[in-house]
């Protein structure tokens, strides 16, 4: 499945997310490494297999296995983290103050440079809207030299993955509720 096949999956009501994804898959501001890597961890995030087999198959192939494996390791990370650290900051109190005791060994070591884990930390907690990952990624982020433009790509990225992901999941529930749905008289 290549992206174009994803497009073509998309209703005509979705015009704007395939124009979108069009423009995304040569986002200019981003290395080729970071633009894959996040399509990749987004795609994984966002949990739709028509979307993730699209954005595998197009995006994989310019990653080095270290790339891909670090994407993979952002996108399981992030999605506990992403959960943990929402908790903890829509609850507040004592929580703050306690050690997570959650293992996140991973994140020392991801195969790839700092900035590019964090940039792809960021895409994931995007799509899974942990506004305390997303204030300190884009923390270190924007300490590693990112500039605003690059960081909101990122998110860009993320959100259309996302978006991309609800509406081929919609459909499908739209397609599978079809012969119990009334019809118009």
Known sequence: MSLETLKNALPDYARDLK??????AAE????????AGTFVAAALASRNDVTLRAVIAEFAPQLSPEALNGAKIAAA??????????????????????PAKLRMNAMAKPGV????FELWSL??????G?????????HELRKAGLGAEQIQA????????????????????????????PTAA
């Open 28 to 35: 200019p501001s981003l290395s080729a490494q970071q633009r």
């Open 19 to 24: 124009l979108n994804l069009s423009s995304l």
């Open 77 to 98: 990370i992030m999605g506990m983290n992403n959960i943990y650290y929402r908790f903890v900051h829509l609850v507040g109190g004592d929580y703050k103050t306690l």
């Open 130 to 138: 942990c506004g305390m990952c997303l204030e300190a990624h884009e």
């Open 123 to 128: 895409a994931v907690s995007a799509v899974n």
């Open 154 to 181: 990122a998110v860009r990225i993320a959100a259309t993955v996302h978006a991309i992901a609800v509406t081929l999941e919609g459909e499908q529930a739209l397609s599978d509720a079809a012969p119990a749905l």
């Open 113 to 116: 440079e700092k900035v590019d």
